[in-house]
Nanobody
Framework: QLQLVESGGGVVEPGGSLRLSCRGTRSLYGAYIMNWYRQLPGKQRELVATISVAGSPNVTAPLQGRFSISRDDLKNTVYLHMNTLNPDDTAVYYC???????????WGQGIQVTVSS
């Protein structure tokens, strides 16, 4: 059973940056499409960014230019790099691993990001 552990959240001032990390408890190499989602207060969970098994990244259009995603399979870790944050980015961010073979999703526990002065 894969477990995902997120870290790097917290409180940041508008205009600041954060890097979220999501570490898997076993190898992610070749088997999982990795995703970051977020859930804004009172809203449904939404996709933020995806990175394929081969490392091809894709960021949701409204967030392109500020957010990026990367993965380090040697560390079983995927990252979400967030820049020029604003209060509208305040949300709980979730790491997701989509297992290709079984079409199954694993989720992290979620991590709070608060953008506030």
């Amino acid at each position: 059973q894969l477990q995902l552990v997120e870290s790097g959240g917290g409180v940041v001032e508008p205009g600041g940056s954060l890097r979220l990390s999501c570490r898997g408890t076993r190898s992610l190499y070749g088997a999982y499409i990795m995703n970051w989602y977020r859930q804004l207060p009172g809203k449904q969970r939404e996709l933020v960014a995806t990175i394929s098994v081969a490392g091809s990244p894709n960021v949701t259009a409204p967030l392109q230019g500020r957010f990026s995603i990367s993965r380090d399979d040697l560390k079983n870790t995927v990252y979400l790099h967030m820049n020029t944050l604003n209060p509208d980015d305040t949300a709980v961010y979730y790491c997701n691993a989509h297992q290709i073979a079984n079409d199954y999703d694993y989720w992290g526990q979620g991590i709070q990001v608060t953008v506030s002065s």
